[in-house]
């Protein structure tokens, strides 16, 4: 705002206002803002069904957003039981190898990023900072979900603009 005046001298000195000059900083931060909410807002996500060996079914749901501020991918996984026992869905949370292994992709059906694999296994997540919550039906005893959260650290925003879609795989016990 050094070369700036102020009223209609502007004009005639052949500088610009320093109102214009405020304007179009404050005009340039909310476009940033703008940009960096869309980036929050702007997710991707699938869904993919998956038979177990003993004729079970699941859905897992995948969604993931960046985070501009800590700079890493924020991944949502939602494990949904589709017609599996509840001692079977629950055994899947509980006995160690069970895993799925999510798989991002760019428009050219090439990977970008390293897979990451979620392990099922509660205990085993938990130890890798990744969250798990239920999901119940009707009652406490019911599970009708697992919902998952992991983080991923990213290097940059140009990586996940490059991103077009996830694929996810599942790998039972």
Known sequence: MRDCTVGNSSERRDLPSCNDIVNRREAKGDQDSQISDGLLANKLAGSKSFTLPNGAKINIKTSTKFNDESQELIINATVEKVSASDSVFQNLFINRGARIEIIFIADDDTELLTPLNIPLNIVEGQSKNIRYRKKFGQTTSQV?????????????????KQLARLDVSFLPN
């Open 144 to 160: 009708t979900a697992i919902i998952i959260q992991a983080r991923r650290p990213i290097d940059s925003i140009r990586e996940y």
